[in-house]
């Protein structure tokens, strides 16, 4: 718009020695892990959250409905349910909560030592928290891969601009016209580096880690539920506890929450 020409920021040699060494410090900087799990959670950043009220409205209807017939049957009654959550009439009428097998596992384990009853509230409660933080620290594997790749662009970029003027400098025997393009390609290689990585791969990593938030935020929800039912309060209680740890854009209203459970315990 200014009067620039566009072809001359057009260079696939720069663009393939930015790109070539930051993916050659990926898999040198990162262990196996870190790499599956970075290339494992790129593809997300292209969807959208999947913790949306519906679910959390989901999982809470489904937590009431699981702890309204332990309070009622006992313990044992759900033992078949937590077995085998995929065969139980209870969990097939949530097939939201269903498709997250992490989250029916972290579920279901707790539920598992709940019947044993050989837990107290506080020991269970120290187990959780140590759950979540190891799946809060799994999380952050992409994110800083992702976060140290951006911050080495900018250095990729500078290296590609001086292989840009020792090419100029061999040539200064050519037109000024001619000198000058050459200097403008060599410096298109700093120029690079520092878009890709504050406006492309930074806010990737930043994405990346909204996202892990999120998913960390349910299983809080799911840990404030039982812990609260353990300790004695009833389930229509226990489950408010749950609802009120979501962050506020996901967070049903009392009367929405109630409303829902009673359509799906009626269901």
């Not at 393939?16 to 060494?21: E, V």
């Not at 898999?27 to 599956?36: E, Y």
């Not at 806010?203 to 039912?229: D, G, M």
């Amino acid at each position: 718009m200014s009067g620039g020409h566009l072809g001359a920021l057009f260079q696939p040699l720069e663009l393939l020695m930015i790109g070539g060494a930051a993916g050659g410090a990926f898999l040198v900087g990162n262990n196996g892990k870190a790499i599956k799990a970075t290339l494992k959670a790129l593809p997300t950043v292209l969807k959208g959250s999947q913790y949306t009220k519906a679910l959390y409205m989901e999982l809470m209807a489904l937590l009431f409905e699981i702890l309204t017939k332990s309070r009622k049957e006992g313990l044992m009654s759900i033992e078949g349910d937590i077995e085998e959550p995929e065969n139980s009439p209870i969990f097939s009428k949530y097939p939201g909560v269903l498709a997250d097998h992490h989250l029916i596992e972290f579920m279901t384990d707790y539920l598992r030592l709940m019947v044993s009853g050989n837990m107290d509230a506080f020991q269970i409660e120290n187990l959780m928290d140590n759950e979540i933080e190891t799946h809060h620290h799994e999380g952050e594997i992409p994110v800083h891969c992702i976060a140290k790749l951006g911050d080495g662009m900018p250095a990729f970029g500078i290296v590609a601009a001086v292989m840009g003027v020792v090419h100029t400098m061999e040539s200064v025997g050519i037109p000024p016209s001619e000198l000058g393009m050459l200097i403008a390609h060599a410096l298109v290689g700093t120029f690079l580096g520092i878009l890709l990585a504050y406006g492309f791969v930074g806010p990737l990593s930043s994405l990346l880690e909204q996202k892990l938030h999120e998913s960390t935020k349910i299983y809080q929800c799911v840990k404030v539920t039982l812990l609260a039912s353990l300790n004695g309060y009833a389930p229509a209680l226990s489950i408010e506890f749950g609802r009120k740890v979501l962050f506020s854009t996901e967070r049903p209203t009392f009367i929405e929450l109630e409303e829902h459970v009673k359509q799906a315990k009626s269901k």
